[in-house]
């Protein structure tokens, strides 16, 4: 399975100001998507991001205020903007490898802890 | 929509066995996942399931039944390190749908 880097692993921010979270891939991919974890509650997906091409976002969540790049086929950001307290989350990352196909397996990074203050 | 449901919390004892159910109404099917999240790490594939039946995986089997949307994680022979959240996933247009996991806690 691909090895997936996230940074940071985790950050305290003031409210106002924007994070850009990176994840990096140990292999191309074609899918990648961004996920957001609140605390006690499961993942839900804020949008797929594949190369070459516009994020496609989830129902209640924004370009503006999540946008998202996906310059080659192993990197991808996400930045969370204009940051409030209740965007405290952990945000992952996760990708679907072709081999894997057609199980559509999502490998995870070990996620970004976001606290705002 | 989509609608998982499983639940919250199991508290089982090393050595035994533990069966997490998982129901789910969802527009679309292509899988049912189960993946394992320690606390502060991230999710882990587990097992997958697309045709109604067992299948099986070392200590763990997940079970699956289309008509009744209904899936479960069997967990045996029990061990302290199976202590963690569980995660059933449908996918569906190619985007997997989350439950809310279930905490399983494993006593000595």
């Known amino acids: 399975s691909a090895v997936i880097s996230q940074k940071p692993s985790r950050d305290i921010c003031q409210r106002g100001t924007s994070l850009t979270i990176q994840c990096q891939v140990d292999s191309q991919v074609t899918m990648m998507f961004w996920y957001r974890q609140q605390p006690g509650q499961s993942l839900t997906l804020i949008a797929t991001a594949n190369q070459g091409s516009e994020a496609t976002y989830e129902s209640g969540f924004v370009i503006d205020k999540f946008p998202i790049s996906r310059p080659n086929l192993t990197f991808s950001t996400l930045t969370v903007s204009n940051m409030s307290p209740e965007d405290s989350s952990i945000y992952l990352c996760?990708?679907?490898?072709?081999?894997?196909?057609?199980?559509?397996?999502?490998?995870f990074g070990a996620g970004t802890r976001l606290s705002v203050l | 929509g989509q609608n998982i449901d499983q639940p919250t919390e199991m508290t089982a004892t090393e050595g035994a066995i533990v069966q997490i159910n998982c129901t789910y109404q969802t527009s679309g099917f292509n899988g049912l996942f189960w993946y394992q999240q320690h606390a502060g790490e991230a999710p882990t594939f587990l097992s997958y399931?697309?045709?109604?039946g067992l299948e099986e995986k070392g200590r763990f089997s997940s079970f699956l039944s289309r008509s009744k949307g209904y899936s479960y994680l069997l967990l045996k022979e029990l061990q302290m390190k199976d202590s963690a959240s569980y995660l059933c996933?449908?996918?569906?247009?190619?985007?997997?749908?989350f439950g809310k996991g279930t905490m399983l806690l494993v006593s000595p």
């Open positions: 399931n697309v045709l109604d």
């Open positions: 996933a449908v996918s569906a247009y190619s985007t997997l749908t």
């Open positions: 996760s990708v679907e490898q072709g081999a894997d196909r057609p199980k559509n397996i999502q490998y």
